[in-house]
């Protein structure tokens, strides 16, 4: 009998295949964007009077069919299920899922309402762009939150600095801390810029330098620094993004020859045997080819070089006595 791991491994492999098809992505897709044109049609209550039965009915075949998509990604990890909440897109999914099964969620219209609209975002699962600018707003929340804290800090000083010298000229804008920083607020979008500056003139020459300094700090500065915050935030989403997506495999070594075993060196082919009549006729061209040259060469040499006299035989009888 198959083991139960493999039994796992085999159904992890068919679900991931499934999941990782182009037409099941698409098809998800396709019925997120008709959940979204379900739940505007019920924003028209005479349309929902009139097509209630089939709205109700469209919407549980949408909790199945999202039911069965999360069953089939949780096939996809059964041979390693920790992976599969490593994924916050996996957990956010889930739990839309999920709420909708809830008794207190269900009876409750407004809230399932809520979680119906929730199910939109699951879009940016299938739209790597849309994830990007998602997971940059989610990464950018520290910056903005000292962003916002510096930003009350700045409407409070201005607006106690304001409430100081215009509450009594202008009680309208300035009558109380509440009401100078809703003004302040609005100047920060340099909305009414100029008719607060006139107003401000007819009471103050120094009005101006109040509001030239507001609105070099909070409106070019602050929002200059808001937005580096994001676009550095977008950058390390891309790159996230970048090292998260699946990298194409390596070539595998062939089959026969594991990759830590080098592959054999080819054995050479033996040398040819030489036919013994045919190097001896060479043996001899060539020794023919070296009289030739030395008798080339030999009758200048002696020429320029002549022998010298012979020595003398020595007399044998001399030789004897010797």
Not at 221 to 235: A, P
Request: charged share 15%.
């Amino acid at each position: 009998m198959p083991r139960p791991r493999a039994l796992r491994h085999a159904l992890a492999q068919r679900a991931r295949a499934l999941t990782e098809a182009r037409w099941f992505a698409l098809s998800v897709f396709a019925l997120i964007i008709a959940n979204a044109v379900l739940l505007g049609a019920e924003t028209y209550s005479g349309l929902a009077r009139e097509w209630h039965h089939w709205l109700h009915l469209a919407e549980h075949l949408c909790i199945a069919a999202f039911t069965v998509e999360i069953a089939v990604r949780v096939c996809a990890h059964a041979d390693r299920p920790r992976d599969f909440f490593r994924d916050p897109w996996n957990l956010f999914d889930m739990a839309v899922v999920a709420c909708a099964f809830l008794p207190l969620v269900r009876e409750n219209t407004t809230v399932l309402r809520l979680l119906r609209l929730a199910r939109v975002l699951r879009t940016a699962r299938f739209l790597p762009q849309l994830r990007i600018v998602i997971v940059a707003v989610a990464r950018s929340l520290p910056g903005t939150v000292s962003f916002l804290l510096v930003g009350a800090l700045l409407l409070y000083l201005y607006a106690m600095v304001g409430w100081v010298f215009f509450s009594e000229a202008n009680p309208g804008q300035y009558g109380s801390l509440g009401r100078a920083v809703l003004t302040l607020f609005l100047l920060m979008t340099l909305d009414g810029l100029g008719d607060a500056v006139h107003a401000g003139l007819e009471i103050s020459r120094w009005s101006i330098v109040y509001y030239a300094s507001y609105v070099l700090i909070a409106s070019f500065v602050l929002v200059n620094v808001l937005i580096g915050v994001v676009i550095s935030s977008l950058e390390e989403a891309r790159e996230l993004e970048r090292e998260q997506s699946p990298t194409p495999d390596a070539p595998s070594a062939p089959a026969s020859v594991p990759p830590s075993i080098p592959a054999p060196a080819p054995i050479p082919a033996p040398a040819p045997v030489p036919d013994p009549d045919v190097d001896l006729r060479t043996r001899i061209a060539i020794a023919r080819k070296a009289l030739d040259d030395l008798e080339a060469v030999l009758p200048p040499f002696l020429a320029a070089h002549p022998p010298g006299p012979a020595a003398a035989p020595v007399p044998a009888r001399d030789t004897a006595r010797s």
